[in-house]
């Protein structure tokens, strides 16, 4: 029995070949169906030369395990999100990698009700069922069908937001050659429906599997000036960009800069508590100062969870929370089934900037200046436990709070960091915030880097 690496914590991930095949797809699909015992399941797949066939081998499997198969053809993995609830089916599987490289491919999956499935929760199982090819009795072999929710998912997104509040707005959207593109369009088609004055400037519109213009991943530097050179030379009100299957947002200003994703989870808690006081917001625990004081403020209640979509999920569930957001451009909504959508945030700041009459950068400036923080900084360590214990030896003994959420974040009156290992490589996370001192929060960001490389 050979161990199959590609499945992970929370969703698979292989390179090709040896790692993930169609082989390991149909036995995935089989894994799935025995341990779920689903009637119906939905499948789409991204843009990848690879996704197509790995999709047509995981339906397979899935129809030898007695299940239905829905095919929503070429998508994002919020679109299976999306068809899961609104199918009202069993269960949904993406075939994508993402932003990992062109060598890769993975699954992400999930049970119905669009619910996560990661290690603890079925995965580990599944991996188990996969290995051993032990496959059950089954009374019937599975249907396939096909069918097309591009256009009732564009609906979805819109039911978001008042299309009748938006302003006149050139908006420079770069699907960097992803999935994207085509769920671009179908919103479009309902903006111009509903009288929308939004022109878009389509950059690497078209969906390509040989990707011309790079992996889709925005959070590169090298890749944002992709989108940020054609905002300033379209004079564009703001630019958004996302990865291969549009699971993750980045917005760009009228200036061209990018926010990072820290001041957009502020920015969506406020215009969600705008529309319902009182209502809890779920945050990670890298930065957290920002999202804290605008969602007090706003009459909200900040709830810190573990980073990581099954976490926050989990714990959206548990609050009732109406939005969640990690600083990682991954943004949560409870009236999405709890799933993260790469649609919907840009749709609610483009509302935010219509209705304050002021552009993006403005939205941000000030809580960047209140809360300027370092963004996420990585480190290859050789021993990352003993380099994160260095770094607590010499600031604990002065800290007014240890916070153990995820890695160890400490807090002084004015400045705070966060310190966690990577699960997978040995790399630690460094995030570093302070009260409106810039200087400050760089002194501090430098001192822990270098007790960290030492």
Not at 93 to 99: D, F, G, L, P, Q
Not at 183 to 194: F, G, N, S
Not at 322 to 350: K, Q, T
Not at 429 to 448: G, P
């Amino acid at each position: 029995m050979t161990k199959l690496t590609c499945f992970k914590a929370y969703d698979i991930r292989g390179r090709l070949g040896d790692e993930l095949n169609e082989d390991i797809a149909y036995r995935i699909g089989r894994a799935y169906a025995q341990q779920l015992q689903p009637k119906t399941v939905v499948v789409g797949g991204d843009i990848r030369e690879t996704s197509e066939a790995l999709k047509m081998a995981l339906s397979r499997g899935l129809q030898d395990g007695g299940v239905d198969v829905i095919d929503i053809g070429m998508v994002g993995t919020e679109e299976i999100y999306f068809a899961t609830v609104h199918l009202d089916v069993d269960g949904g599987i993406e075939v994508t990698a993402s932003h990992n490289p062109i060598d890769y491919n993975g699954l992400k999956l999930v049970r119905e009700g669009s619910r996560p499935i990661s290690g603890d929760t079925g995965l580990k199982e599944m991996q188990r069922l996969a290995e051993e090819q032990s496959w059950g009795e089954v009374g019937h072999r599975g249907s396939y069908s096909q069918q097309d929710l591009k256009d009732a998912y564009a609906a979805k997104m819109l039911s978001y937001i008042d299309p009748a509040n938006l302003k006149p707005l050139k908006l420079v959207v770069n699907a960097g050659n992803g999935a994207a593109g085509p769920a671009l369009d179908a919103i479009e088609r309902k903006l111009q429906a509903a009288g929308a004055p939004i022109e878009f400037v389509k950059v690497h519109h078209e969906p390509d599997s040989t990707f011309p213009n790079g992996i889709p991943n925005p959070i590169l530097v090298e890749n944002r000036a992709q989108t940020a050179d054609v905002v300033l030379s379209q004079g564009a009100d703001m630019g958004i960009a996302w990865d291969g299957d549009f699971d993750r947002c980045f917005l760009f200003d009228e200036k061209g800069q990018m926010i990072e994703g820290y001041y957009i989870v502020g920015l969506l808690a406020e215009a969600f508590l705008q529309k319902q006081s009182g209502a809890h917001v779920i945050h990670d625990p890298r930065l957290t100062w920002n999202t804290i004081d605008l969602v007090q403020s706003a009459g909200g209640v900040p709830v810190q969870s573990k980073t990581g979509h099954a976490f926050i999920k989990e714990r959206m569930r548990q609050e009732d929370a109406v939005y969640g957001g990690e600083m990682s451009a991954h943004h949560y909504f409870r009236d999405f089934a709890y799933c993260d959508s790469g649609m919907i945030p840009w749709l609610l700041v483009a509302e935010l900037v219509s209705l304050k009459g002021q552009p993006l950068s403005e939205l941000v400036a000030e809580r960047i200046a209140a809360f300027p923080s370092s963004g996420e900084i990585n480190s290859k360590l050789a021993d990352p436990a003993a380099s994160i214990e260095r770094v607590r030896e010499a600031f604990v003994g002065d800290a007014l709070s240890v916070d153990h959420t995820d890695g160890i974040s400490l807090e002084f009156e004015n400045w705070r960091f966060n310190l966690r290992s990577s699960n997978t490589e040995p790399v630690v996370r460094l995030n570093v915030e302070s009260r409106a001192d810039v200087s400050l929060m760089q002194e501090k960001t430098a001192k822990i880097l270098e007790l960290l490389r030492q």
